[in-house]
């Protein structure tokens, strides 16, 4: 094994260490994981770190069902103004 | 199975449930905290995290008060930081029906915490604010943003200091009361308790009518999303309470924000185009800088009202069966006053004179 930090979460900077630890201080489901840590929560919502988390979850007993967080729209990061609609459009 | 025994038992882990676990543990006794989900599953956790000192409702505005005092202490009070920033709230009325509504409910509130703001004072104050549209600008300087987990985590982590304990996941499925006691029916097995504080948000009135207590409850559906960090420039939470526009930058430099509801509903797999856009729309127009902010995530947000719009907090009709719910949109505000009040309620028996209008009871 290489020396140094292991980064889990590229947007946020979250190490394996932070998981591990979160995991100890009884954050220790995938869904609390997220908000304790924020991993998942940056512009690649997951789609990097989600697999790493759940492998450490699984090395460390902790995963009772294989899910992910609850995915939420939208898909990929879309920019404000390419929601402001046509101008006049109502419901 | 064998039935385990505790002594005060809390439903629901939300900043609620999470601080009057704390509170009870500070008074000398053992909480022990269910959650069904995982902490902050239906409320906290999807909250803006706005902390207001003031409120439409007087008996409401006396706790919201309190409250804002107390989250100014919390951090060191339980020793960890909750991200409470004092920025202030701004908020402010773009057409003239807005503002007639806005300084009417700004006459009721106590002078001197709030000021007005002329439209120049706003643009010099906040130069990336676009002040053209607006009618009416009032400033509550004391107020701001708060993470509303960190206030969670900061209760939970207190708890299990002074000994309590948190189990998930752990639904509760019913509360009975056994002799002096009360059994407590969850997914882990059977409990027996001596006390039992309700605190589960809109699914806090499913639970009590099992045991025969009807709270009118309804769960009412709002949308949020967050974009993007970028370098922090807005200081103040912005409101325009007309359109139910919340827009704020968090310490991790994400724009978050409301606006509207979805109405009566506790679904919260909602999310939908029309937020998106409404919330581009407004946003924009005030803030022009967030044009070109690319928007992370969506959710829905499910908070529990009462028809005349108090909280509903104190003894229930069944003796050592106590309730605190129905926390609109405000509840994060209110959370370290009602857990420190309901806490003495519960451990000592002493009702503050403040939790009178809240009582369960007036719903007959």
């Given at each position: 094994m290489g020396k140094g930090k292991k980064i889990v979460c590229f947007c946020h900077d979250v190490t394996e260490e932070d998981i591990v630890e979160a995991i100890k201080m009884g954050y220790d489901d995938i869904e609390s994981i997220k908000r304790f840590t924020g991993a998942t929560t940056g512009p690649c919502q997951g789609k990097s770190c989600m697999m790493h988390i759940l492998r450490i979850l699984r090395r460390m007993g902790k995963l009772k069902e294989a899910k992910t967080t609850v995915i939420r729209p939208p898909i990929d990061p879309v920019p404000m103004e390419a929601l402001l609609g046509d101008e006049g459009e109502e419901d | 199975m064998k039935v385990k025994k505790t002594d005060i038992a809390v439903v629901g882990c939300g900043a609620l449930g999470a601080g009057i676990a704390y509170n009870i543990a500070k008074l000398g006794r053992k909480p022990l905290v269910f959650e069904a989900k995982y902490f902050g599953y239906g409320s906290t956790g999807r909250d803006i995290g706005v902390v207001r000192g003031r409120h439409r409702d007087p008996d409401?505005?006396?706790?919201?008060?309190?409250?804002?005092?107390?989250?100014?202490?919390?951090?060191?009070e339980l020793g960890s930081n909750t991200l409470f920033r004092q920025d202030g709230v701004l908020t402010v009325a773009l057409t003239?029906?807005?503002?007639?509504?806005?300084?009417?409910?700004?006459k009721s509130y106590a002078s001197g915490s709030f000021i007005e703001l002329s439209?120049?004072?706003?643009?010099?104050?906040?130069?990336?604010?676009?002040?053209?549209?607006?009618?009416l600008c009032y400033l509550s300087s004391r107020e701001g943003l708060v993470h509303p987990l960190a206030v969670l985590w900061g209760y939970l982590d207190a708890v299990r200091r002074l000994g309590g304990e948190v189990v998930k996941p752990a639904e509760v499925i019913s509360i009975e009361p056994k002799g002096d006691k009360l059994n407590i029916k969850t997914a882990l097995g059977e409990y027996e308790a001596s006390k039992v504080v309700v605190a589960a948000g809109f699914r806090s009135r499913e639970l009590l009518s099992k045991l025969g207590i009807d709270i009118p409850l309804e769960p009412l559906a709002k949308e949020a999303l967050v974009t993007e960090p970028m370098k922090p420039f807005l200081d103040p939470v912005i409101e325009r309470p007309g359109t139910g526009l919340v827009v704020a930058q968090t310490m991790r430099g994400e724009v978050i924000g409301t606006v509207g509801s979805l109405g009566k509903t506790s679904d919260l797999t909602l999310s939908s185009y029309r937020f998106l856009r409404d919330f581009?729309?407004?946003?924009?127009?005030?803030?022009?800088?967030?044009?070109?902010?690319?928007?992370?995530?969506?959710?829905?947000?499910?908070?529990?009202?009462?028809?005349d719009g108090k909280p509903v907090i104190g003894e229930t009709s069944v003796n050592r069966v106590y309730v605190a719910c129905g926390m609109h949109d405000y509840g994060l505000s209110l959370v370290p006053v009602v857990s420190k009040l309901i806490g003495r309620l519960v451990v000592e028996g002493v009702e503050d004179p403040m939790l009178k209008p809240f009582s369960p009871s007036r719903f007959g």
């Open positions: - | 409401v505005a006396k706790l919201a008060s309190e409250g804002l005092k107390l989250h100014e202490k919390l951090p060191d003239s029906e807005e503002a007639e509504a806005l300084e009417k409910e700004f439209r120049d004072e706003v643009r010099s104050r906040y130069p990336y604010l676009r002040v053209d549209d607006v009618k581009a729309r407004q946003a924009t127009q005030l803030i022009p800088a967030v044009r070109s902010l690319k928007v992370l995530r969506q959710w829905t947000w499910v908070v529990d009202t009462t028809p």
